[in-house]
């Protein structure tokens, strides 16, 4: 498997949310007074000199966001403040919609993110994840019993090795350890086994392994707002105080370019909160900025208000999944496709992020169950 050492090594120093006193959501004010008691001095010196660094960076920083938003000038001086005053990136700010430093409050700055996972899933930082290995994945999917695409072929060292006959069946190519969408191809139909080998041989000289899978097909309730690409929800489980799974938030996504052919936010595609005991959808937004949409800007079809199609299902789905296929994890973000005959688990994250669901809800994930949840484990990771 491709092992990406700069996003790991870029990841590896746990960032202090401040310069003397932690500045951070209050779900996570007991983590930092543990991180303060237990550094050393050395540590604490350089916290102190990386957060001068961070609040010098911050009028450059709110400059290019300025300029990318297409702001004036008193927005970037208000970001600015917020920004010294809640020690978070203007960017952050500009894409969670935050007004004010009050209300900074309830969210999870995205650079605490990755120091928090990986305490959480440790697994989830090592070559061997089982959910950043699609055939890993499928594996395990397969041994627990839960609907995933099947696993048609793998393409490695500069071969192509056929599992499963392909049957006639639109195909599509993702690289195994690919994140956001990258490097998706579509096939086409393929007849058969050795028409795979011989109409796309290149696959087996690609720069890392590829899995090849059926096309999912998406729910017809939801084709008017598909497009080319197959839309997907983000549900995010974590174990709760007596280690069972627990849906703790859900991010629906759907394209908005016609070429594109999957539904990521780097692909320009929407994305809206989903109401956990309904399904229902909100008002959706560009992952990475731009005006609201009540509808979808391409097709017209409604989104804020509709109902997503057997989301019982789905999340029973993801809960079992967690509990009975990937138990050693304790966060897991799926990646759900909604189809004719069910609902079907695409892939799995370890480190699902926080961007994401914080902009589609317009609200800080360390309120609610999610931060109750995370303050929980951090203090039991705290106590051994």
Known sequence: MGYD????????????????????????????????????????????????????????????????????????????????????????????????????????????????????????????????????????????????????????????????????????????????????????????????????????HARSPLVVQPRVEVHPALRDIALAALPTVRIVTMRDEAGTPEIVSATFRCPTDPAARVDNMKAGGLISAVALDSGRLGIACLGYGGGDHTHHPGTGAAIQGRELPDWSAARALVLRAHAQGFAEYVLIGWDVALTPDGPVLIEANGKPGVLMPQRAARAGLAQGRYGALLAHHLAALSSH
């Not at 996003?7 to 209050?26: D, E, I, N």
């Not at 400059?63 to 920004?83: E, L, T």
């Open 5 to 204: 050492w700069f996003y790991y090594l870029k990841k590896a120093y746990a960032l202090y949310p401040g310069v003397l006193r932690p500045v951070s959501a209050s779900a996570l004010e007991a983590h930092y007074a543990r991180r303060c008691r237990a550094r050393g001095p050395l540590r604490a010196l350089l916290d102190a000199v990386i957060g001068l660094g961070f609040h010098a960076w911050v009028p450059l920083r709110a400059w290019r966001v300025q300029a990318r938003f297409g702001h004036d000038a008193a927005w970037r001086r208000q970001v600015a403040a917020i920004a010294h005053t809640g020690f978070a990136d203007p960017n952050d700010i500009a894409l969670f919609r935050i007004e004010n430093a009050a209300g900074l409050g309830t969210y999870i700055r995205r650079y605490e993110d990755a120091a928090l996972n990986k305490l959480l899933n440790p697994r989830g930082w090592t070559c061997h994840c089982v959910l950043a290995d699609k055939r890993l994945f499928a594996a395990r999917c397969h041994e627990a019993g839960l609907p995933h695409p099947r696993t048609i072929a793998i393409c490695e060292h500069g071969t192509i090795r056929v599992l499963e006959d392909p049957a006639g069946r639109e195909l599509v190519a993702k690289p195994a350890d690919g994140e956001g969408g990258s490097g998706f191809r579509v096939l086409g139909k393929v007849a058969d086994a050795e028409s795979l080998r011989h109409q796309h041989a290149g696959l087996g």
